[in-house]
C-alpha cells in the first residue's frame, strides 16, 4: 500500500542517467558488490509522535501531515472497515508505548516538539497482509523518504535524517525491550542483505546485450544518458502527419517535461484543425505511450532484477520457498479469475491487455522464484530498487481487488487452468515459434558450411499489400539470394494481428516466388530481430551469407552498421551483406499504404482493398482472413487512424522508420479477439 514517503526509482526511471551508470549498476549487482537492503510489502505511512499531545501520529498524505497528523482513532475512522484498521490500531498502540520508554530529550531530538520530522516505516502483519505474508508483526523505520514539517510554510520537506536515525539505532533495544510481552509488533530497523556474487555472468551479459541492441535500435551509444534513448523512442515511434518537424520536437519535450518545454498553448498556437486533432489525440496517450517508450530498457532491468532475486531470501521469512508458492498460486487465482470477468459487466479489454503485458513482464511460471519484495541500495546519492517479479505480481492481484474480480469470484465457481497454460494461452498463444535466446555460447552449428545467401526483409505488414508483394518477389528473384525470410512484427495493429498478417503472407505466396519464407518475429524491434538471427547459428555457419535489404531512399539509415562487428563476435565466419533496392510503384501510380488498407477494412472500402491486394488473389479471403463472417459486419468504429506511412512497396526494412506508431493505440471496435503477445 503506497505511503507519502516518496516514490523509489528503477534505475531506468532515472532519465539523467546514462547506459554506462546503468551496466556499472548491473555489474556491482551481478558481482554482489551492492549495499543493500531488503524492500518490505507492508502498510507504508509516515509516523511520528508529539510530546505535546503525547501520542503517535501518522499520515498518508500532504493534508495529514498539514493538519499534524492523525493518531490512532483518526487512523482508524479514515480505514474503518478496510483490512489494515486493525493494523494501524495495534501498531500505533506499539509504536507509542516503545516511544515513550525512552527519555524526553530523546523524543524531542528525535520528533520534536510537536511532530516536527516524520519517519518513512512499514507495517507488516501477516494477518493482513498485501502480497507477502511475513512470519511476524513488525514496525520497520526506513532508511530514505523521511520529511521534515517546515511551520511557515505549513508543508513538509525531505531532510538527511542520518544522524536522527543514528540516536533511534542507539536506542532501539530500550524500545525492544519496552514491547517484550506487552505487544504482537516489534520495531525493525536495517534490513541488510549480503549480495552475493551470481554463478555466472550470464544474466549480466543478457542485459547488457539487451540494452545495446536498444540503444541502437534508436541510434546512441551507452553515453547517450535515459532521457535520450526516450527522446529518439518517441521521435521515431509516434507518427505525425499534420505536425512539422519543430512542432513534432515541442511535443515530445513537453512529454518529458524537457528544460524549458513549451506549454501546450503555445504548441498550438497557429496550427489546424487536423493538426491540433493529432496533438490531443497523443497528449491523451502520453501515459500509455512513455511506458512502451521505455519497455524494451525496463524489460532488460527486469529480467536481470529476477535472476539476481532468485536465491535471495526475506529476513523476515523463515521458509520462503512456501511463501514463493502461494504467492504463485494466489497469481494463479487472480489470473483465472479476471479471465472469467472479462466482458461489459467485468473487466475491458484494456484492463487485460494491462494484465497480459505484466504476464508476459513475469516470463514464466519458474520466474515466480522469491519471497522477497526487492531490495534497495545507493548509487551516486540516489537510493534506486530491484523488484524482480513482485512488481508485476503486485500489479495483477491488485487489479483483482480493486477490480471487485475477488468478490464475484465467492458466488461462482472458476475454472482453473495451470500457469503455463495461462502462459501459453494469453501470451505465447499465436507465436510460430518460441523465441530464441540471444545467449549462443552452448549451441554449436551441426554440418559442413552451406554457403547460404539470405535476404532479410523485416517489417510492420498490418497487412500486408500488394506493394509489399512485389517487393518481396523483385528481391528474392536476384540472382545473389537464395531465399528471403520475411518477418512480421509481433505487434497487433487492429484490425490486423500478426497471425492474420502471417495467414495473408502465405495467401499472396501461393502465387509468389519460390524461395521466400515468412515467420513472426519473437522481437517487436527490427534491429533486435536481425541482430538475433545474424548470431544464431543454428541459422546461419561460417560461410554463410545474411543480405540487410535497404530502400534506395534510406542509403542514409546507420542502424544496421553494428550488424557485422556483432556477427563477428557471436557467431564468427557469417558475413553481413548490405544491399540497396529501389521501391516497387505501382503503374497507376498508386503509392500503397498499409495504413489506408487498414483504414478501408475498417470502413468497408471494397474497391479500395481490391487495388491492395495482388491480382493473383481474390480479395474476398483478405477480407475473411481479418474480418470472418463470423463477425459483426456492422461495427465500424470511430476509430482515429494509428500511424503508417506511405510506402511504395517497402514495409520498414533497414531504412528509416515507418511512420506506425508502435506506441499510441486507436480506439478498437467493439469485437473481442484474444490479442497475442510475445516472451521477452
Given amino acids: 500500500m503506497g505511503g507519502l514517503g516518496g516514490h523509489m526509482p528503477h534505475i531506468y526511471e532515472n532519465e539523467n542517467l546514462t547506459f554506462d551508470k546503468v551496466i556499472d549498476i548491473l555489474s556491482a549487482a ?104 511475513y512470519d511476524s508483526k513488525i514496525i520497520k523505520i526506513h532508511d530514505t523518504g523521511h520529511l521534515k514539517m517546515d511551520k511557515e510554510e505549513n508543508r513538509p520537506f525531505p531532510f538527511d535524517a542520518s544522524e536522527k536515525i543514528k540516536l533511534f539505532d542507539r536506542l532501539l533495544s530500550t524500545m525492544q525491550k519496552a514491547l517484550e510481552g506487552k505487544s504482537s509488533f516489534s520495531i525493525a530497523r536495517r534490513a541488510s542483505l549480503a549480495l552475493e556474487r551470481l554463478d555466472s555472468d550470464e544474466a549480466l551479459n543478457k542485459a547488457i546485450e539487451d540494452i545495446d541492441i536498444a540503444i541502437a535500435d534508436v541510434g546512441l551509444s551507452r553515453g547517450s544518458n535515459i532521457g535520450q534513448y526516450l527522446k529518439n523512442r518517441l521521435d521515431m515511434g509516434i507518427a505525425t502527419e499534420f505536425l512539422s518537424p519543430e512542432k513534432k520536437e515541442e511535443l515530445i519535450n513537453r512529454i518529458l517535461r524537457v528544460d524549458g518545454y513549451s506549454h501546450l498553448n503555445v504548441i498550438k498556437k497557429g496550427l489546424g484543425k487536423e493538426a491540433l486533432s493529432e496533438i490531443k489525440e497523443i497528449m491523451g496517450q502520453q501515459k500509455s505511450i512513455l511506458k512502451q517508450a521505455i519497455e524494451p530498457i525496463e524489460f532488460a532491468i527486469h529480467n ?71 531490495i534497495t541500495f545507493e548509487y551516486d546519492g540516489t537510493v534506486y530498487k530491484f523488484t524482480g517479479n513482485f512488481a508485476p505480481v503486485n500489479q495483477i492481484v491488485g487489479m483483482f481487488y480493486r477490480s471487485g474480480t475477488s468478490d464475484k469470484i465467492k458466488e461462482k465457481e472458476v475454472k482453473k487452468e495451470s500457469f503455463k497454460r495461462l502462459i501459453d ?137 553494428g550488424a557485422q562487428s556483432y556477427a563477428a563476435r557471436k557467431n564468427p565466419g557469417v558475413e553481413v551483406v548490405h544491399i540497396v533496392e529501389d521501391p516497387v510503384e505501382s503503374r497507376e501510380g498508386v503509392v500503397y499504404s498499409a495504413r489506408d488498407m487498414r483504414q478501408a477494412l475498417l470502413n468497408g472500402d471494397f474497391d479500395l482493398i481490391k487495388k491492395y491486394v495482388p491480382p493473383s488473389v481474390d480479395y474476398n479471403q483478405i477480407i475473411n482472413i481479418i474480418n470472418p463472417p463470423s463477425l459483426d459486419k456492422g461495427v465500424k468504429s470511430e476509430m482515429s487512424s494509428m500511424g503508417g506511412g506511405s510506402v511504395s512497396g517497402y514495409a520498414g526494412g533497414f531504412g528509416t522508420s515507418n511512420k506506425f506508431n508502435p506506441y499510441r493505440r486507436a480506439k478498437k471496435p467493439k469485437v473481442v479477439r484474444p490479442k497475442r503477445k510475445r516472451r521477452r
Fill in 30 to 133: 551481478s558481482n554482489g558488490d551492492l549495499d543493500a537492503e531488503e524492500k518490505v510489502d507492508g502498510q507504508n505511512l509516515l509516523i511520528s509522535y508529539s510530546l505535546k499531545r503525547g501520542s503517535t501520529v501518522a499520515a498518508r498524505n500532504l493534508s495529514n501531515i498539514r493538519a499534524g497528523g492523525l493518531d490512532a482513532h483518526g487512523m482508524v475512522e479514515k480505514f474503518l472497515g478496510h483490512a489494515a484498521e486493525k493494523v494501524f490500531l495495534e501498531g500505533f498502540s506499539a509504536f507509542e508505548r516503545a516511544i515513550e520508554s525512552l527519555d524526553k530529550r530523546d523524543i524531542v531530538e528525535i520528533f520534536g516538539e510537536d511532530a516536527d520530522f516524520w519517519y518513512n516505516s512499514e507495517l507488516m502483519d501477516p494477518e493482513n497482509p498485501n502480497i507477502i505474508t
Fill in 304 to 374: 536481470f532484477a529476477v535472476d539476481l532475486l532468485e536465491d535471495v531470501s526475506s529476513i523476515f521469512i523463515l521458509d520462503n520457498k512456501r511463501e514463493s508458492l502461494r504467492i504463485k498460486n494466489k497469481l494463479l487465482e487472480a489470473v483465472n479469475a479476471m479471465r472469467e470477468n472479462r466482458g461489459p459487466d467485468g473487466l475491458s479489454d484494456d484492463a487485460m491487455a494491462v494484465m497480459n503485458r505484466e504476464l508476459r513482464k513475469i516470463g514464466g511460471e519458474e520466474r515466480i522464484n522469491s519471497a522477497i519484495e526487492g
Fill in 425 to 561: 494461452k494469453l501470451i505465447f498463444e499465436e507465436m510460430k515459434e518460441v523465441p530464441t535466446s540471444s545467449r549462443y555460447s552452448d549451441i554449436k552449428p551441426e554440418g559442413p558450411s552451406t554457403g547460404k545467401r539470405t535476404a532479410l526483409f523485416p517489417g510492420k505488414f498490418k497487412p500486408p499489400h500488394r506493394g509489399h508483394f512485389d517487393f518481396a518477389n523483385k528481391v528474392a528473384r536476384r540472382s545473389d539470394v537464395d531465399e528471403l525470410l520475411i518477418f512480421i512484427s509481433p505487434l497487433d495493429q487492429d484490425p490486423v494481428s500478426s497471425r492474420e498478417s502471417l495467414e495473408i503472407w502465405e495467401t499472396y505466396l501461393q502465387n509468389g516466388e519460390p524461395n521466400i519464407k515468412v515467420e513472426i518475429s519473437s522481437y517487436t524491434s527490427p534491429v533486435q530481430a536481425v541482430y538475433e538471427f545474424v548470431a544464431d547459428p543454428r541459422r546461419n555457419r561460417e560461410g554463410d551469407k545474411v543480405l540487410l535489404i535497404k530502400s534506395s531512399k534510406d542509403v542514409g539509415d546507420t542502424r544496421f552498421d
